[in-house]
């Protein structure tokens, strides 16, 4: 019976999908009757290591369950002040929150302190367990950080792998879906959205979400942008996120195919009431990814029952039924440029809402709080 949990990593007052995630879980526990505390940081990153404008989100705390700052990345004796202090709690569980090595040497050190009582088991809940821009770190940490966690649980089958790849005790690992991320308001009528962004209603738009980085492949999609078959509909490419690239080869680009007036690019961190807007506007969603593990914007579209086009990297395909919900497409500008084209062509949109309001249903998270509790 799990009584008492400790979540550590990434949480408000920190920005990002990962930190929503920690969040949201905690919200489910709490619902069902779990004594919950999260445990974040009071220095996350160093400034000099962090690309972009501010660590910090502007949104209110979620109520419902403490959040205390008190990890330093950095500092090896704060990492067994805090192991101690979660130890005297004696909780059941504690969940590390893990997606880069940088965190691996912090989270091993805690997760030995703290299972010196002899109750506490601590799981790794893995985003991401080799990033996407790989590096010496990796070989290093992770192994490490696998080592001192009891089991796991993978948001990918793409991760449960690599997670297999580096356990060499065989510990228990369940792979379950990343759930919705339902938290960023309701769905509204397009014309609200429009008006809100000041954009333009005669126009169609496609949506590329998230921080900007090379292996999210907005290069492809610009490329398949300019297919000359698209220029038969009223449609323009909506990219918004902060740029964590330097933007000038994009804007090149652009330029290049000369798509500068039917491009809009919201260079800027989008704030959480603001994510429904860009959303809700949207015809289809759009992750050119070239290389990925899961993707929360896929559960955010599923949350505003947007159609989606992922390529086949990954685990993206594994959540995205081709055909059904959208396309799952091979990572160039062709391939994706075919599918944009067959959505407007066929009329799509209506016949994939229909398909995403059904695949849905299986993205709650009570099956992660489920899971966890059969992992334990």
């Known amino acids: 019976m799990l009584e008492k949990i400790v979540i550590v990593g990434t949480s408000h007052p920190y920005r990002g999908g990962i930190a929503a995630f920690t969040d949201r879980l905690a919200t489910e526990f709490v619902k069902e009757g779990v004594d919950i505390e999260v445990v974040t940081f009071k220095l996350q990153y160093p400034s000099f290591l962090f690309p972009g404008k501010t660590q910090y989100s502007d949104a209110k705390a979620p109520a419902g369950f403490p959040i205390e700052r008190k990890v330093n990345s950095i500092n090896p004796l704060n990492w067994i002040k805090v192991g101690k202090e979660i130890r005297k709690k004696n909780p059941d569980l504690v969940i590390f929150t893990y997606w880069m090595s940088f965190f691996a040497p912090c989270f091993n050190k805690i997760a030995k302190v703290v299972k010196r009582n002899g109750h506490t088991k601590c799981i790794g809940l893995i985003h991401n367990m080799i990033p996407h821009e790989k590096s010496l770190l990796d070989k290093i940490f992770a192994p490490r950080f696998v080592k001192a966690m009891d089991g796991f649980v993978a948001l990918s089958k793409a991760v449960l792998n690599d997670i297999a790849s580096l356990d060499k005790q065989n510990k228990p690992k369940i792979f379950v879906p990343h759930p919705l991320y339902d938290h960023f308001g309701e769905i509204m009528d397009r014309t609200e959205a429009v008006k809100h962004l000041d954009l333009d209603p005669n126009y169609r738009y496609l949506l590329f979400f998230g921080l900007v980085r090379a292996y999210k492949g907005l290069d492809i999609l610009i490329d ?30 652009i330029e290049k195919h000369g798509l500068s007036d039917l491009i809009i690019i919201k260079n800027q961190y989008i704030s959480d009431n603001e994510v429904k807007y860009y959303f809700n506007i949207s015809d289809i969603v759009v992750q050119p990814y070239k290389s990925a593990t899961q993707s929360g914007v896929t559960q955010v579209a599923y949350h505003f029952e947007k159609p989606m086009l992922v390529t086949n990297v990954g685990g993206l395909g594994e959540i995205i039924p081709n055909g059904k919900v959208g396309y799952v497409v091979e990572p160039k500008p062709s391939s994706v440029a075919d599918a944009l084209v067959d959505f407007y062509e066929n009329e799509r949109y209506d016949a994939f809402v229909e398909g995403v309001k059904e695949e849905k249903k299986k993205y709650q998270w009570s099956n992660m709080t489920d899971a966890i509790k059969k992992l334990l």
């Open 224 to 253: 398949a942008f300019a297919d000359e078959r698209l220029r038969k509909y009223p449609v323009k490419l909506l990219i918004a996120g902060e740029f964590y690239d330097d933007p000038k080869s994009y804007l090149e680009q």
